[in-house]
């Protein structure tokens, strides 16, 4: 059997996402204890107090399946918001709402556009449809937008703009990033990725759902993975007009995200004041972690978010190995294409100073 020609041409070409290494790898491969992990973006404290509370009376209800449509926690993001609950759509992570976008809008005669240096995922989800992905190079590590709007083709049905994005930090200021969707033709849909919304909106003004009124062929995506702590859970959502949501909800598997997860993320959503003390811990630490990098003589990228690349100024493989064996898990960037970089997830501030102490040994 020729398991080449029968697979799909797209995903032939892909390579498999490369998440962090988890913490139970790293101490069972290296026979290492108490290892710490800084490298993937998770809230270091963990979920609101309010969703372990009252996890366990869902715990005992999961032989039913979970509400399909999502009702209750659509109603709640709607009711936060000031939105429409038809605008909202659930992801099993907001990864799965990325890849709902490629496949609804996506076809093998399409084009997609994003940025060198930008999240992972999109090249994945565009390849996988068989698509063009158009990468245009970035400028100072951020989105180049100009160039961007230069790169569109015929073809073009989406472009993605990850802001903040991930994993270099940079951020898109609100103006202008009006100024740049008000220059997208409007038949190209724009995905907004805002998995660290949160973070950037305690420093800054970011972009709110009330944009989607002047811009019909936008999406924005939003995660519980990150500010709110809910990684494992794998929940995720987007917001846009009614009628990209129709289509999103027609590629969405019926289930897709689980009664644990929907529970969890609309417990997470009340909780307003403990997500105010992560926000302002991680903005706290940041500094540290800029002033201790600084202090080693290395150069960081000004991040908006809850992560820090840093410059190595030599391949930084060999700095993220010396960290794991030093029981601190880093990422290094080589498939992001910046291979002298690292990038550090933001933790509790004895994680900082530990990830610190160790950096120093490399
Ligand atoms: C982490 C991340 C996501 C998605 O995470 P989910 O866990 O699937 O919600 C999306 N975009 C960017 C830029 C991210 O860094």
Redesign the pocket.
């Known amino acids: 059997m020729d398991l080449k020609k029968l697979v799909n041409k797209g995903v032939d070409n892909l390579s498999p996402y490369e998440p962090g290494k988890p913490i139970e790898d790293l101490e069972r491969d290296l026979g290492i204890k108490n290892a710490i992990k800084l490298a993937s ?1 998770e809230n270091p404290i963990g979920p609101s107090p309010k969703v372990l509370q009252s996890i366990d009376a869902i715990l005992k209800e999961t032989h039913r399946y979970p509400d399909g449509n999502a009702t209750s926690l659509k109603g709640c993001i709607a009711k936060k918001f000031n939105i429409s609950v038809n605008q909202v759509t659930i ?1 099993n ?4 709402i ?1 890849e709902f976008i490629a496949r609804s809008f996506l076809g093998p005669d399409d084009s997609a556009i994003y940025s060198k240096h930008a ?1 992972a ?1 999109y090249p994945l989800v565009i390849k996988a449809v068989g698509a063009k992905g158009i990468e245009v190079p970035a400028k100072d590590f951020s989105h180049d937008l100009e160039a961007m709007l230069k790169a569109i083709e015929e073809n073009t049905k989406l472009i993605f703009i ?1 802001n903040p ?2 994993p270099t930090g940079s951020f898109v200021e609100f103006e202008e990033l009006l100024d740049f969707l008000e220059k997208v033709p409007e038949n190209i849909i724009v995905l907004l ?1 805002q ?2 919304f949160d973070y950037s909106s305690f420093e800054t003004r970011d972009a709110d759902f009330e944009i989607l009124k002047k811009f019909p062929n936008l999406v924005m ?1 939003r ?4 500010a709110y702590g809910l ?1 494992g859970f ?3 959502y987007s917001v846009s007009s009614e009628d990209i949501a129709n289509y999103l909800n027609r590629v969405r598997q019926p289930f897709n995200a689980n009664s644990l997860a929907l529970y969890a993320a609309e417990k997470a959503l009340e909780d307003d004041e403990y997500m105010n003390q992560c926000l302002r811990l991680n903005y706290e630490q940041k500094q540290v972690l800029y002033e201790g990098l600084i202090s080693q003589g290395y150069e960081y990228l000004p991040s908006r978010g809850n992560f820090i690349s840093f410059d190595c100024k030599k391949d930084s493989n060999e700095s993220f190995t010396k960290l794991l064996h030093e029981g601190v898990i880093v990422r290094s960037l080589g498939v992001y294409k910046m291979p002298n970089f690292l990038r550090v997830s933001i933790g509790l501030p004895e994680e900082n100073l530990l990830f610190l102490e160790k950096l120093k040994l490399t």
């Open positions: 973006n992801g992570g907001s990864n799965d990325i999240f995922v990850a994005n991930n990725d998995a660290y995506s995660s519980f993975s990150k990684a794998r929940v995720g």
